[in-house]
């Protein structure tokens, strides 16, 4: 992807004279054009290290051209981007290497150990909390470990319903291989088009379908990890009760524990009938309390998302609200996946019955298709947004079902206590449990002249809001470097030490993403 854009450039362009209208008159236009190609500094690694690194991949293998780094710098949050539309790219990493082994990656770990630089795993570029921004004390350098090369489906289990993918996989690209022998993942997050197989796993990724497919971590039932200590390799059984799941301590740990080289997924038939439609509510509450009642009744479909007041009157996240009458009140969007087209509607008819119960009126079909086709387009809409001056950026957690007004009041009031009274906060809820939900905000402001500086303190705002009302840092964006001093909170010092004392035992010279996750 561009530095300081997202996605194709292809599919990117200016605001839409409607919703240009409609952003000048809600916060006036400012002309913020992005510095088109940002430098980066030089390479500085020591030869001794560039010849180490060439003779474990090979001298092709091993990149230190600007254009290369330039795009291996940080990931794509509001941050990230700013820096880059500025011109920063200071973090740029010294040279960018492709293993295509297990065994590469190993030796590599290996090398930086010696040489003492540090290694940071790359998959898609698409981190929005700081996960690819390495510590550079105490290092020489710093090698983006860029795993496009491991791309295998290594192996497919069609009895037990798993498969073996490397993680340099895009998600379409596992999907795709998997669609082959008629399976699918699943897992669908907005930065699906460019995200991989091990991203998903480092971060605990979430997708737009989890109430049908589940969480990432949930579908992962073996790793196989390259430490400083040598290889892990975890999950011999679905389940088992030897002792605490080993699994979980690596998902999640973005890096900083070992490299993810491959993962075992359970997957699913691919379907062959899908149904998408359109529900309103009269309000956020009677559509969150109906989200609970199909949790808590074992109902859920395979995709629910509901928006809040504004999100659906404004449409500036991720819904397109077209088709049939104006919506009032909170738009719901409910998916049906599967290969029976009877137990499919089975569940539907179910489903329909218990939202009307609540309250939920059907608008129909068509702005449930809507809401697929245009579901990976909105971080394009930032970046117009961004171009003008406005200020936009999303940041989520989780929380129970009893806090979740509580908290969905206390981040919207930080955010505008912030950013001030202009400032449009936007939330859905799309990931749901018997016990809770995630909270998913949209933020738009002015930028002002400092937009850098304004969301850092409207970020640190919020996120203040959400451990001081007991929700977490993150429920999928992770924790990357950004969420590091709250996390440190929600774990508690207990926590704090067990996971360095992990750190200190599987990369003892601290090599491994320094300064990501671990407070």
Partial sequence: MHPSRWGDAAQAGPLPDSTRELVEYAFGLQERPAVAYPQVPAAALPEQIVAGLRAIVGEEHVLLDDETRRVRTRGKSTPDLLRARSGDLADAPDAVVRPASHDQVLALIALAETHRFALVPFGGGTSVTGGLVARRDDVVGVVSLDLIRMKALREVDPISMTAVLEPGLRGPEAEALLAEHQMTLGHYPQSFEYASIG???????????????????????????????????????????????????????????????????????????????????????????????????????????????????????????????????????????????????????????????????????????????????????????????????????????????????????????????????????????????????????????????????AKAAATEAMVAHGATVSHHHAVGTDHRPWFAREIGPVGVDILRAVKAELDPAGVLNPGVMIP
């Avoid at 409910?334 to 329909?352: H, L, N, P, Q």
């Avoid at 979740?404 to 001030?420: K, P, S």
Wanted: aromatic share 8%; proline share 3%; charged share 20%.
């Fill in 199 to 457: 991203g998903f796993a480092a971060t605990r990724s979430s997708g737009q379908s989890s109430a049908g497919y589940g969480r990432f971590d949930s579908l992962v039932v073996g790793l196989e990890v390259a430490t400083a200590r040598g290889t892990l390799a975890l999950g011999s059984s679905p389940a088992n009760a030897a002792g605490p799941d080993l699994r979980q301590l690596i998902l999640g740990s973005e890096g900083a524990f070992g490299v993810i080289t491959a993962v075992r997924v359970r997957v699913r038939a691919l379907p062959t009938v899908k149904a998408y439609e359109a529900w309103g509510f009269p309000s956020f509450d009677a559509g969150s309390d109906a989200m609970r009642l199909l949790a808590q009744n074992g109902q859920l479909p395979t995709v629910i998302r509901l928006s809040d007041e504004n999100e659906t009157a404004l449409n500036l996240a991720s819904h397109s609200n077209v088709g049939g009458a104006a919506t009032e009140g909170c738009l719901m969007i409910v998916g049906f996946e599967g290969t029976d087209a009877d137990a499919v509607a089975t569940k539907r008819d179910a489903v329909s019955a218990l939202l009307t119960r609540s309250g939920g009126t059907s608008l129909g079909e068509e702005r449930g298709a809507a809401w697929v086709q245009g579901r990976f387009a909105a971080p394009y809409l930032r970046d117009a947004l961004l171009d003008v001056g406005v200020l936009v950026e999303t940041l989520e957690t989780a929380t129970f079902w009893s806090k979740r007004d509580e908290v969905y009041q206390a981040v919207r009031d930080a955010l505008i206590a912030e950013l001030g009274e202009k400032t449009l906060v936007l939330c859905h809820i799309s990931h749901v449990y018997e016990t809770g939900c995630s909270l998913y905000f949209t933020v738009a402001a002015p930028g002002g002249e400092e937009p850098l500086p304004t969301w850092l303190a």
